[in-house]
């Protein structure tokens, strides 16, 4: 993913940042998560804007080529920001 998807992903027109995160730990009973990318964009219409894009399918198939045997269930969820807090010391 880091080397093939997160690439491809930096391509997305009007892209702001992006993120490969995977699971460090997870407390019992939590859904199973291995794998997150944080997409950033200005706003929803940008985020459409570059999903609407023809780099969706390159995307797409690099995706498709880097899960190879995953069996499990792939989740979009678009959120925005609801508040944030400055360092903690």
Same mark, same amino acid.
């Given at each position: 993913?880091? +080397?093939?998807?997160?690439?491809?992903?930096?391509?997305?027109?009007?892209?702001?940042?992006?993120?490969?995160?995977?699971?460090?730990?997870?407390?019992?009973?939590?859904?199973s998560v291995?794998?997150?990318?944080?997409?950033?964009? +200005? +706003?929803?219409?940008?985020?459409?804007?570059?999903?609407?894009?023809?780099?969706?399918?390159?995307?797409?198939?690099?995706?498709?080529?880097?899960?190879?045997?995953?069996?499990?269930?792939?989740?979009?969820?678009?959120?925005?920001?609801?508040?944030?807090?400055?360092?903690?010391?």
């Amino acid at each position: 993913m880091r +080397d093939g998807v997160l690439p491809a992903i930096a391509r997305y027109p009007g892209l702001r940042r992006a993120t490969l995160r995977r699971a460090a730990e997870q407390e019992p009973g939590a859904p199973s998560v291995y794998m997150t990318f944080e997409l950033w964009f +200005d +706003d929803l219409a940008a985020m459409e804007a570059a999903l609407a894009s023809p780099v969706r399918q390159e995307v797409r198939a690099r995706i498709a080529e880097a899960m190879g045997p995953f069996e499990g269930r792939v989740y979009h969820l678009v959120l925005e920001e609801a508040g944030e807090t400055g360092p903690v010391s």
